[in-house]
Nanobody, 118 residues
Framework: QVQLVESGGGLVQPGGSLRLSCAASGFTFSRYAMSWYRQAPGKQRELVASITSAGGTNYADSMKGRFTISRDNAKNTVYLQMNSLKPNDTAVYYC????????????WGQGTQVTVSS
């Protein structure tokens, strides 16, 4: 019943832009912190960006100034705007929802592929 569905991935050239979306359903979206993770071939999953239920944001150092996370509670959707894309941004990007002081509620999306190549 709980679902996080990512979309917007695809093929883009270096220096290009892409916007990912994550549509949530089955839980109270506005109460959850949301985040984007990514996993490249042969690499471990890593945090890209996060946004709290109050709207505070945080980014991994390599994404600062290039990526922007935002949320629209009315649409139960979180976004990741990606600019100045580099080949090493190529990965499967995952949406995650968390709630609670001890993060007792955690949900993951299925992922969407982003490929940056010339």
């Amino acid at each position: 019943q709980v679902q996080l569905v990512e979309s917007g991935g695809g093929l883009v050239q270096p220096g290009g832009s892409l916007r990912l979306s994550c549509a949530a359903s089955g839980f109270t979206f506005s109460r959850y912190a949301m985040s984007w993770y990514r996993q490249a071939p042969g690499k471990q999953r890593e945090l890209v960006a996060s946004i709290t239920s109050a709207g505070g944001t945080n980014y991994a150092d390599s994404m600062k100034g290039r990526f922007t996370i935002s949320r629209d509670n009315a649409k139960n959707t979180v976004y990741l705007q990606m600019n100045s894309l580099k080949p090493n941004d190529t990965a499967v990007y995952y949406c995650k929802a968390t709630r609670g002081v001890a993060f007792e509620f955690v949900y993951w999306g299925q992922g969407t592929q982003v490929t940056v190549s010339s």
